[in-house]
Nanobody, 127 residues
């Protein structure tokens, strides 16, 4: 049972990246899912999450209007499209999935562990 991420890299400010997270061993449509990010010395923060029950989507204020989260249940994969990237978006990005009944906001903001985590992918925004 694992989540595998891809899509990180080095881009210039204003450019775009798309992160992907594919699950193996379990069906993502039974899970709340989300993207978190972490920089050195700081706690992991929720960026965007989708509720297990109603498919509602939460975005952190820092990324609202620039990032879009989506899912493809047929591919057992979800995505984070990141546009208009800024240097402050630089971080290691982690995908996560949890079988509990979280709202989208709770999935992203309530402290504590989550069920499964990806290995993390580095996103660097620099000129």
């Amino acid at each position: 049972l694992q989540l595998v991420e891809s899509g990180g890299g080095l881009v210039q400010p204003g450019e775009s990246l798309r992160l992907s997270c594919t699950a193996s061993g379990f069906a993502l449509d039974n899970y709340a899912i989300g993207w978190f990010r972490q920089t050195p010395g700081k706690e992991r923060e929720g960026v965007s999450c989708i509720s297990k029950n109603d498919g509602s989507i939460y975005y952190a204020d820092s990324v609202a209007g620039r990032f879009t989260m989506s899912r493809d249940n047929a591919k057992n994969t979800f995505y984070l499209q990141m546009n208009s990237l800024k240097p402050e978006d630089t971080a290691v990005y982690y995908c996560t999935a949890d079988g509990r009944t979280f709202s989208a906001q709770a999935m992203c903001t309530i402290s504590g562990n989550r069920g499964y985590w990806g290995q993390g992918t580095q996103v660097t925004v620099s000129s």
